[in-house]
């Protein structure tokens, strides 16, 4: 039996290291003798060497399937035997082998690590082992990985299944393992169970199974002084968080390690600080409170602080801070203290508001049939699906037959279809009306989705509700879960109307799932890819939280996370605070840990904070305290807050805090606050003042971040008397504007409006040309000619080689000579940008006097260049945003309505409904109101001073300025002056004409595409708003007589269609002038609100008037819909193009790029309607990235309110007409330009 035994030990070593016969025939045997025997222990040097040898382990760490990897890789199939046999050897353990064959076993894996090896993950296969802590020899750590990870890990089975396997191990054998190699080694041994160095964050979870060995917990209360001490062992970031995590989830051991709890929630390190923090506020509050006053009165001044913040989150009694603040002398801690009583004076008045926070009843919902219908519509849905299934099974055998595959997903699918019977209908019938269970028939696994709910027919029953939608559901779903809960309040507006509550009491009597309320707070809570807040009614939310807080405790972390260790998912800070903003009254025990993160560092967070503590009425006091924090950052929030609050009662605490603070960036900030709040601050804004306060702030370093800046350049200015600007007050304004990295800095552009205009506008051109030159700098000529004379020789020899390997796609360079290469090299340095002056954005405040021409000229040209670098273009638009030109607001409003990087687009967005929200005006509003004139006056002239002459300039019928001279003649440019006339006079027209001939390109263009928007969604203006802000405006006016236009009444119905006319009346089709009613409204006309009759007499007026119309009103008429299924429109599918046509042809029309996919392909082009927030998308067979111009197949045209696949196609019918008209018109042009129909359309594809 014994000598069995050992047959089979060397039997599975031999399996172990089979793989390693093909690079050396006799090691496989050579290391089972080591093994059993110990014999030949020279064979781990060999075995090193072949590694080695082979240049990477991959040839031999690699073949035994990477043990001890701590990722999860897919194994080719030579690779999986020696895995299995390794997992068979740590089945079998010390049942089969001794300690020190064990030992040596781990020696032997060890043997094939290489020092001093990068770490390479491509295709997801390491070259070494993660050496996750260096307080254990390598052969423990290689057992140890590959016993507990490498060869347990799986996603298929149950944990409590898995680790089975393992059920012979225990923390007590690799205590032993270690002590025999070394005595006292085995303490170490707690390293190996919570370090995790070199291990990639999203790799932790295959650690799970550590923590489940046999004994651990037992182990540690034996070791428990050195279980404590491991953070100051050397314990890395990441293994303080495991062993953290471990604690989170051992209720007892929580207590028992406070004083570690304790220490570690005052670490730099902020998620270790955090979790600590919040494992100790879980404890009972006696406990804490007595370990929180040792540290208050023995720590040390930042520990005794902290300790003081969590007391006052625990509401402790006032008397234990007051009687603290007796025995302190470090004045930090005295003004925490102090801090700490006013906070808990808050929180007591929070606490009654909360006593008044009312939780309203809820209704059940009545359980009731559904009708007969029902059963038919099941039946007409699957006849739906079954007919569209064949379609997709044929499709497939044409393709496998086309291109020799054997796909068969479709196939299989419409089988499994056919297989449906009316009995197993009538069972989902009965089942959606609670009567049978199909949970475990073979039904649900021929199912799809739409065959219950497809086209809402079901849905749209009036007797259907929650209890119809659940088990639908959960026939579908094989388990339901949160994530899918959460997906479904996107997809069911009857989840909408549905209070939390109401779904509780639903889900619990279907029995849906076991913890009904956990998972729908985890549908709202969790760090899914989507947000359900979003979505839904604060009202019928609120409740469900408010009698559950415990979700929320959890979400912002005065819980441990109750999800599995390791695991991926937990719930969210930022959507507990967006749950507590749902909230009429905030809960007073989170007033405390939300003061906290309202003047925290993290911005998304700081936000929400303060949203939800807005609620508190006399919050303005609690941030007021804000204003003498110990910390600057905090200060200069407090500051901010108070602006945003717009209490005038803080204005006092402002002046207090202005007149002791020392920092320069905070008294600008509490300057700038005061005069927001409406406060005098003259006094600080005089010439002497701020030449003093620039001499003071000069003494100290220039910023690192100005050091770019040559301020000998910056022109001369002066202020709005007259009077020269000290050239130090400019240069300290940079200095500060840097440091305050806020690029529309209130205090900044307080400064700069005391220049003169002139000087405004220079300043701003001055730093944004300085910003952008830094941002955009590129190497030097002598810099790219040296780097080009290191590689031109390499890359001349390399191309040569191309060309003759690959002379399909390098022929090009078949007679390429060095000189060419040398060339060619110097021009990719020379275009190589190396600058950047983000980290500078804060000097952009100073330029928002800049004139709005010559802005938006400049910053329209770097966004053509380097559209890339968002954070640059989004702090140049936050810059301008201050200012008032017309010019400007327009340009921000065409951004805001469509630009291809979202987060620029919603910063502008962002923008324009502040300075609207300033005015009280709607953002169309403001468009109206805004549109620059060029400097024409009211009758369309615009006046040329030179003093003794003056000339005049109006526009043409092609927007071009005609210029005139003083007798009325036409000419073509402005004369030079006279020698009577002044210089300055003329110098100053002939500027003026220059900016207003700018101003009208960049005006007529912004008009006329915020004019074809308007079209598209039939915007309506009233009579009056059209006359005043068109019909009155000297350009708008011009424009507007290129267009046919309709008179509506307030139901929309057309009261008559209309243009204007150059004499300013207004006519019908029929030549007769006509008055507008002002209680009506006016909208661009188009083909597809008129009657064809109607189209061609207007088509006809116009050609007899020789009238150019300036959108495309009457060519593009509406398409027939009625055929069209899913919502898309594929009537032109398969027509071939090449890719630079479909591009050219929609770029043109004002389309983007959809992203890039995998692969740098991307299947289509879309165009957003911000107003509608709809897209416009057209597909197609697909094009690579960097583009070359290849055959491609177009698809379809389909609507959505997100940007992506066609599934989110929108009823056509929900589509406004004249939207739908005009996108097939680009649907179309596509067709136009291509080859016609191309029966192997198919074939075409990228794939």
């Not at 489940?212 to 890395?236: A, C, D, R, V």
């Not at 997903?409 to 419409?414: F, I, L």
Request: with cysteine; glycine share 4%; charged share 25%.
């Amino acid at each position: 039996m014994v000598k069995d035994t050992v047959d089979n030990n060397e039997r599975n070593l031999l399996a172990c290291f089979e793989i390693l016969r093909g690079l050396d025939k006799l090691i496989p045997e050579r290391i089972c003798k080591y093994i059993l025997q110990g014999q030949d222990p020279l064979v781990l040097e060999d075995l090193n060497q072949l590694s080695q040898t082979y240049n990477s382990a991959k040839r031999v760490y690699g073949r035994l399937g990477f043990p001890g990897a701590t990722n999860i890789i897919y194994y080719s199939t030579e690779k999986k035997q020696p895995i299995k046999a390794r997992a068979l050897f740590y089945q079998q353990w010390t049942d089969n082998y001794t300690p020190e064959q064990i030992i040596r076993f781990g020696k032997v894996l060890a043997a094939t690590y290489i020092e001093n090896m990068q770490q390479s993950r491509v295709y997801s296969e390491q070259k070494n082992i993660d050496v996750i802590t260096p307080n254990l020899p390598l052969w423990f750590l290689y057992l140890f990985l590959d016993g507990l990870v490498s060869t347990l890990f799986s996603y298929n089975q149950s944990a409590e299944k898995i680790i089975l396997e393992r059920q012979n191990w225990s923390v007590q054998q690799l205590h032993q393992l270690l002590e025999i190699e070394q005595k006292g080694l085995g303490k170490q041994l707690l390293f190996a169970i919570f370090d995790r160095q070199q291990t990639p964050e999203s790799y932790l979870k295959c650690f799970y199974y550590v923590f489940m060995i046999n004994g651990l917990l037992p182990y540690i209360y034996e070791h428990l002084e050195w279980f404590k001490t491991l953070p100051e062992q050397g314990l890395s970031r990441a293994g303080q968080l495991q062993q953290l995590q471990y604690i989170a989830n051992q209720d007892k051991l929580k207590q028992d390690v406070i004083d570690l709890l304790v220490k570690q929630s005052t670490s730099n390190i902020k998620a270790i600080s955090e979790l600590a923090t919040t494992l100790l506020l879980s404890l009972p509050i006696d406990i804490i409170q007595a370990e929180l006053q040792v540290l208050l009165d023995q720590g040390t001044p930042k520990q005794r602080c902290h300790a003081i913040n969590l007391l006052v989150r625990l509401s402790v009694n006032r008397k234990i801070l007051e009687e603290a603040l007796t025995r302190q002398t470090n004045k930090t801690v005295i003004k925490t203290i102090e801090g700490a009583l006013s906070r808990l004076s808050g929180n007591e008045d929070a606490k009654q508001q909360e006593i008044e926070l009312i939780i309203p009843p809820f209704e059940s919902i009545v359980e009731v049939n559904l009708p007969s219908k029902a059963r038919d519509i099941l039946q007409q849905n699957y006849q739906e699906i079954l007919v569209q299934q064949q379609k997709k099974a044929e499709q497939e055998i044409q393709y496998n037959q086309e291109y020799g595959y054997k796909i068969t997903s479709e196939q299989q699918r419409y089988a499994q279809l056919k297989t449906i019977t009316v009995t197993d209908l009538d069972a989902i019938f009965d089942c959606l009306n609670g009567k049978g269970d199909i949970e475990q028939a073979d039904i649900k696994n021929k199912l799809i989705y739409d065959v219950i709910l497809n086209k809402g027919r079901l849905p749209s029953l009036p007797e259907f509700n929650l209890y119809h939608l659940l088990r639908a559901e959960k026939i579908c779903h094989h388990q339901p879960n949160s994530f899918y809960l959460g997906l479904s309040f996107s997809h069911h507006e009857i989840l909408l109307r549905t209070d939390l509550r109401q779904l509780v009491e639903v889900m619990n009597k279907i029995d849906y799932v076991p913890d009904a309320k956990r998972t729908i707070a985890a549908a709202f809570l969790m760090n899914y890819y989507y947000e359900t807040t979003a979505e839904v009614d604060p009202n019928l939310v609120w409740p469900f939280f408010a009698e559950n807080s415990v979700y929320l405790d959890e979400a912002l972390g005065l819980l441990p996370n109750q999800e599995l260790q390791n695991s991926d998912y937990f719930f969210e800070k930022e959507r507990g605070i967006k749950i507590l903003t749902f909230f009429p009254k905030l809960l007073a025990k989170y007033v405390t840990y939300l003061l906290e993160l309202a003047l925290g560092e993290t911005q998304s967070l700081r936000l929400l904070a303060q949203k939800a503590l807005s609620m508190l009425p006399d919050i303005h006091y609690r941030v007021e305290e804000a204003l003498i924090s110990t910390k600057q950052a905090q200060r200069i929030l407090a500051a901010k807050w108070l602006v945003k609050l717009g209490q005038k009662s803080s204005i006092k605490a402002l002046n207090n805090a202005l007149n002791k603070e020392k920092s320069e960036s905070v008294q600008a900030t509490l300057l700038a606050a005061l005069e927001s709040l409406g406060e005098n601050i003259n006094q600080y804004l005089t010439p002497t003042k701020l030449l003093d306060d620039a001499q003071k702030g000069l003494t100290g370093k220039k910023p690192a971040d100005a050091k770019w800046l040559d301020e000998s350049l910056i022109p001369a200015l002066t202020w709005q008397n007259g009077k020269v600007v000290d050239p130090q007050i400019i240069t300290w304004w940079i200095w500060l504007a840097i440091k305050l990295k806020e690029p529309a800095n209130p205090l900044l552009i307080i400064y700069t409006r005391l220049l003169s205009i002139k000087s405004q506008h220079e300043l701003g051109v001055f730093i944004l040309q300085a910003f952008i030159k830094q941002d955009t700098l590129t190497p030097t000529l002598e810099e790219a000619e040296i780097e080009a004379n290191l590689n031109a020789k390499q890359r001349w020899k390399d191309y040569l080689n191309y060309a003759k390997r690959y002379p399909e796609y390098y022929g090009q360079y078949e007679n390429m000579t060095l000189s060419e290469a040398f060339e060619m090299i110097k021009q990719e340095v020379l275009s190589r940008v190396i600058g950047s002056a983000i980290k500078s954005k804060g000097i952009l405040s100073l330029i928002g006097g800049i004139q709005g021409n010559t802005a938006v000229s400049i910053i329209k040209n770097y966004i053509k260049n380097y559209q890339i670098r968002r954070g640059q273009i989004e702090a140049m638009l936050e810059s301008i945003a201050v200012s008032d030109d017309p010019l400007i607001i327009q340009f921000l409003l065409s951004i805001a309505r469509r630009y291809r990087t979202p987060s620029v687009q919603k910063k502008a967005k962002l923008l324009i409904n502040q300075i609207a929200e300033q005015k009280q005006w709607t953002a169309d509003e403001l468009a109206d109101r805004t549109i620059p004139t060029a400097g024409l006056d009211e009758s369309g002239v615009l006046s040329l001073d030179y003093g003794e002459r003056i000339f005049t300039a109006t526009l043409d019928d092609k927007f071009k300025f005609v210029l005139k001279n003083a007798e009325g003649k036409e000419i073509k440019t402005l004369p030079e002056a006279r020698k009577s006339e002044d210089e300055t006079l003329v110098k100053e027209a002939k500027k003026q004409f220059s900016n207003s001939k700018k101003e009208l390109k960049q005006l007529i263009e912004l008009q006329i595409t915020r004019l074809y928007e308007a079209m598209c969604l039939q915007r309506r203006w009233s009579v009056l708003e059209w006359q005043e802000y068109f019909y009155n405006h000297p350009i708008m006016n011009r424009l507007i007589q290129h267009l046919v236009w309709l008179e509506v009444n307030e139901s929309g119905v057309i009261i008559k269609s209309f243009r204007p006319t150059e004499d300013g009346s207004l006519i019908d089709l029929n030549d007769d002038e006509i008055a507008l009613n002002k209680l009506n409204y006016i909208t661009v006309a188009h083909s597809a609100l008129l009657t064809e009759e109607v189209v061609k007499t207007w088509q006809k007026h116009l050609t007899d008037y020789k009238v150019s119309l300036l959108l495309t009103q009457f060519n593009h008429s509406l398409p027939d819909v009625s055929h069209v299924e899913e919502n898309i429109i594929d009537d032109r599918k398969g027509w071939l193009t090449d890719s630079f046509t479909i591009r050219n042809i929609l770029i043109k029309q004002g389309y983007k790029r959809e992203d890039i996919e995998d692969g740098a392909c991307f299947y289509g082009y879309y165009k957003y309607f911000s107003e509608l927030e709809l897209y416009i998308n057209i597909e197609f067979s697909g094009s690579y990235v960097p583009e070359e111009n290849i055959p491609v197949v177009l698809y379809n045209l389909y609507f959505s309110k997100k940007q992506g696949k066609n599934g989110n196609a929108i009823d056509i019918n929900d589509v406004p007409p004249v939207l739908l008209a005009e996108a097939y018109a680009d649907y179309m042009a596509v067709a136009n330009a291509s080859s016609g129909f191309d029966p192997e359309w198919e074939k075409k594809g990228l794939w």
